[in-house]
């Protein structure tokens, strides 16, 4: 048999790879499927890359032109090397003749940002080693991280070093006893990392606040409008006996909710921003709004009911409301001092003040995580009339007595309860819980290794509170929205119900227009009674002239 080779015009396959031949010549194809063909296959090669953003049909004509410009030796060899310069060609950025417009990489300005970091102060060298390793308020953020890190909590290790660098340029700038790294609110722009410090006794400036001068700007306003109403004192307006209810003062500095300074920072490297003082009405509004920080401390706060401040003051409150609620310690850590005994304070709040116990004999991980006895609250709670020391707003000085004696009697608001919150160092099992869900959730940082495990307890009324203990160390820190959890979504709280109107009557109701007869018949009546009027005095000048010629005669 003959092998295979050219087709036979008698066989099937004869004149198919024959130039010009078809088997289709017969049928002519549609012109607008064709065009619809060409279309599509062109829409095709414009597409463009995800990763570069160009597209094979402008980098195929670009490689044309290359081509028919230059005009290379063996073209079809090099294609590959063409297709590469033409793609380089566009990617690279074109610079100016004149002067090259510099990049800057993202990685390069973060580096830029830190650098400062790692300078040493002027005068800062070995001599000072000594110094260093003795007491310092600097805490030691990398061994911190590490036991939250047993957990799969923290940063990374080069932002925790980063941190631990920003408190040491804080501290050698700022009067600081005590530091603490307390945690990072996250934020829609940009992030806040938080420092709790404490001044050394005597170093702390007293701070007005803004609310207390738009107070005090309040009252000038109401002695302006005292001069006014006497200068007019026609037609003076009704006078409102609405009075609004007392200011409550914020507590001192070093004391209840304001017990610690805070300072803010976006990133380390940036600068640190002392916070303000948070006072009563902050926290209490905080507890009725949710909204989410942008990163700006400048920027307002726009809610319902309208909040005292802008995201700094509102950025404090917050942070006062997850310290009062989040920072524990092991059972036994702190004790109160023995001079106080007993003793509570007036305002009924309990004793404020706790010192470390020397004889702390710390307990075990598996007994920690069993049981939420063993942990305790060292921070003071916040009543509802946002202080941690309730205070009376009606309470007067003895000479206000005196002289308001009457006024009271007449106006004597309702006896306020006294709100008492729980005592310090009350054991986390005496917390609620939120509906089905406890407040607290504690558990080993492993189960692998036990004998090498942390205890971790973690909030469930703040998410992003963590706590860890591990023999005589401890520590809390804070990573979240700075929201409190809530089992619904939050609702704002409605305006108030729109005031009533005032009541009607015959002194305030307006009269009607008269009619065209009325005024006729009011227009008549009132010539009459001036024509009346005319008449009378017409008689008695008569009657006067006839007495004054009676009196000539006589």
């Avoid at 092998?3 to 099937?12: A, F, I, L, R």
């Avoid at 227009?513 to 008549?524: H, S, W």
Wanted: glycine share 8%; hydrophobic share 30%.
């Amino acid at each position: 048999e003959r092998g295979h080779g050219p087709y036979q015009p008698h066989e099937p396959g004869y004149g198919l790879y024959q130039p010009g031949y078809s088997p289709y010549d017969d049928q002519t194809p549609d012109p607008k499927s064709r065009m619809l063909a060409i279309q599509n296959a062109k829409a095709y090669l414009l597409k463009s890359s995800t990763t570069s953003g160009l597209n094979l049909y402008d980098h195929l004509a670009n490689m044309l032109t290359k081509i028919l410009d230059e005009q290379p030796t063996n073209a079809v060899d090099i294609i590959e090397n063409i297709s590469k310069d033409v793609k380089w060609a566009q990617l690279q950025k074109k610079m100016d003749t004149l002067r090259d417009e510099h990049e800057i990489l993202p990685t390069f300005e973060a580096a830029e940002k830190r650098k400062a970091l790692f300078l040493k102060a002027n005068g800062e060298g070995d001599e000072e080693l000594e110094e260093e390793i003795g007491e310092t308020p600097l805490p030691n953020v990398m061994e911190t991280a590490f036991y939250f890190e047993q957990a799969g909590i923290g940063l990374s290790k080069d932002e925790s070093y980063h941190i631990f660098l920003a408190l040491k340029k804080l501290i050698s700038v700022q009067p600081i006893q005590t530091c603490r790294f307390w945690g990072k609110i996250l934020g829609l722009e940009m992030n806040y990392i938080i420092a709790e410090v404490q001044y050394h006794e005597g170093e702390e400036e007293e701070e007005t606040e803004e609310e207390e001068v738009t107070e005090e700007g309040g009252k000038g306003t109401g002695e302006v409008e005292d001069e006014d109403e006497k200068k007019e004192k026609e037609d003076e307006p009704p006078k409102s006996t609405y009075k609004p209810p007392p200011v409550i003062p914020k507590e001192e500095n070093g004391t209840g909710a304001n017990k610690y300074v805070y300072f803010v920072c976006n990133e380390p490297g940036k600068p640190w921003v002392k916070l303000p003082p948070v006072t009563p009405a902050q926290i209490v509004c905080a507890r009725k709004i949710k909204k989410f920080f942008t990163g700006r401390l400048d920027a307002p706060v726009v809610s319902f009911p309208p909040f005292p401040g802008n995201e700094a003051n509102y950025l404090r409150a917050q942070i006062a409301r997850i310290s009062a609620g989040t920072q524990i310690s092991p059972i036994g850590f702190y004790q109160f001092a023995e001079e106080e005994g007993d003793e509570e304070e007036e305002g009924g709040g309990g004793r404020d003040t706790y010192e470390e116990n020397p004889d702390f004999q710390p307990l075990s991980v598996a007994e920690m995580v069993d049981s939420l006895a063993t942990w305790v609250h060292h921070g003071q709670s916040i009543l509802k009339q946002g202080r941690c020391v309730w205070l009376n707003p009606f309470q007067k000085s003895e000479e206000e007595e005196e002289e308001d004696e009457e006024e009271e009697k007449a106006e004597e608001p309702d006896e306020l309860q006294q709100e008492i919150g729980p005592p310090l160092l009350t054991p986390l099992s005496e917390d609620e819980g939120i509906q089905n869900i406890p407040a607290w959730t504690a558990q080993p940082s492993t189960n692998l290794i036990p004998q090498y495990a942390v205890a971790i307890l973690q909030s469930n009324r703040w998410p992003g509170a963590y706590a860890f203990a591990s023999g005589k160390k401890f520590d809390n820190i804070y990573f979240g929205w700075g929201h409190k959890y809530s089992p619904e979504s939050h609702t704002p709280a409605l305006p108030p119900p729109a005031q009533a109107e005032y009541p009607s009557g015959p002194e305030t109701t307006e009269t009607r227009d008269p009619t065209l007869e009325e005024e006729l018949a009011f227009k008549a009546a009132r010539e009459e009674a001036l024509a009346a009027a005319e008449d009378e005095e017409d008689e008695e000048d008569v009657a006067e002239d006839d007495e004054e010629e009676e009196e000539e005669e006589d």
